[in-house]
Every structure is written in C-alpha cells, then in structure tokens.
C-alpha cells in the first residue's frame, strides 16, 4: 500500500461503513500496519490508502530507555471499524500534530482532552475505548480522516503548517 498524499478526494470523503468481517479485512489490517511502519506512523486510516472504508489502525506504545511503560494511556496495537465517538470531556487540550499525508509538517489543535469511542475490531466484536493523552489525540485524529476531514482545517486560531521536528510521528 502507498499513503495518499494531500490533495487526494479520497481525504476528503466520509468513509463507507464496514460490513463484512472477513479474511480480506484482516488481510488489509495487516497491510496496513506494514504500511504504518514503514511510515514511522503510530496511527493510519483506511482512505489514508486510498481505502474509502470506516477503518483505522493505532498502535501507540510509548516505552521508556528501559523499556517501561510511560504512559498508561497507551496501547500496543488495535484496529477500530465503524468508529463513533459517545462521550467527550468539556476540558479541551492544545497538542501538536502531524499527519502522514501532509509528510513534514505540524500545527496546533486543540480538541477534546478525553473521550470515549464505540466500535468494531477487525473481526467484528464490540469495543468500548476510553481515551486521554496522545491516545485520546490520534482517536479524534484518525476518526476525522473517516469523515474525510485533514487537521489542517482545524489549526488553532491564528496558527499554521510548519515544518516538522525530524522525530514527528505521523498519523
Ligand atoms: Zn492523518
């Protein structure tokens, strides 16, 4: 799989619901992650491959030099089908993003600190996620990209795209 790049139409479309829950679906999960990995991404939506599918991936584990976990609000790797978002904290956090089909940039956004999404895995049970801190972030992040939104268009008033730290990971 290639990552789209801005402009593309498939970033800017709501995503079709997922369906089936078959082999194929796995089959695009796994590629997916490859894709994310080869990409230095800790998140990746399906349009994001040109797959206008309700999907995404997270895989976000942030370890210490020793290899401790650091933040608790993390986890190793899950796919989400059919996202929606059910509760969101009033108390709202400024954090830098990036994303990796607009490669070498970050703005600011300010969104919602915590939240709670309802979903699918990739072999269709239930999921119920409760989200703060950067795994809260990439949620809201890669649930946009299913509704054909880019964070470009959500900048902190009075802020733009600009380039980059060479540690970003995208998403
Ligand atoms: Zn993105």
Same mark, same amino acid.
């Given at each position: 799989m290639t990552i789209v790049i801005e402009p593309s139409p498939v970033l800017h479309q709501v995503a079709q619901p997922v369906t089936v829950f078959d082999d194929a679906l796995k089959a695009t999960v796994t590629t997916m992650r490859q894709t994310m990995?080869?990409?230095?991404?800790?998140?990746l939506a399906a349009p994001q491959v040109g797959l206008s599918q309700q999907l995404c991936i997270?895989?976000?584990l942030p370890k210490d030099?020793?290899?401790?976990?650091?933040?608790?609000d993390a986890i190793?790797?899950?796919a989400l089908a059919n996202p929606?978002?059910?509760w969101q904290s009033a108390q709202q956090i400024t954090m830098t993003e990036g994303c990796l089909s607009l490669p070498g940039l970050e703005g600011e956004v300010t969104r919602p600190k915590r939240l709670r999404v309802k979903g699918q895995d990739e072999t269709g049970?239930?999921?119920?996620?409760? &989200?703060?801190?950067?795994? &809260?972030r990439?949620?809201?992040h890669e649930i946009d990209h299913?509704?054909?939104?880019?964070?470009?268009?959500?900048?902190n008033t009075g802020t733009q795209l600009r380039p980059a730290q060479p540690d970003r990971k995208g998403v």
């Amino acid at each position: 799989m290639t990552i789209v790049i801005e402009p593309s139409p498939v970033l800017h479309q709501v995503a079709q619901p997922v369906t089936v829950f078959d082999d194929a679906l796995k089959a695009t999960v796994t590629t997916m992650r490859q894709t994310m990995h080869a990409a230095n991404g800790m998140g990746l939506a399906a349009p994001q491959v040109g797959l206008s599918q309700q999907l995404c991936i997270i895989e976000y584990l942030p370890k210490d030099g020793e290899g401790k976990l650091i933040e608790a609000d993390a986890i190793a790797f899950f796919a989400l089908a059919n996202p929606k978002i059910t509760w969101q904290s009033a108390q709202q956090i400024t954090m830098t993003e990036g994303c990796l089909s607009l490669p070498g940039l970050e703005g600011e956004v300010t969104r919602p600190k915590r939240l709670r999404v309802k979903g699918q895995d990739e072999t269709g049970n239930k999921l119920v996620i409760k &989200a703060s801190g950067m795994l &809260a972030r990439i949620l809201q992040h890669e649930i946009d990209h299913l509704n054909g939104v880019l964070y470009d268009s959500k900048l902190n008033t009075g802020t733009q795209l600009r380039p980059a730290q060479p540690d970003r990971k995208g998403v």
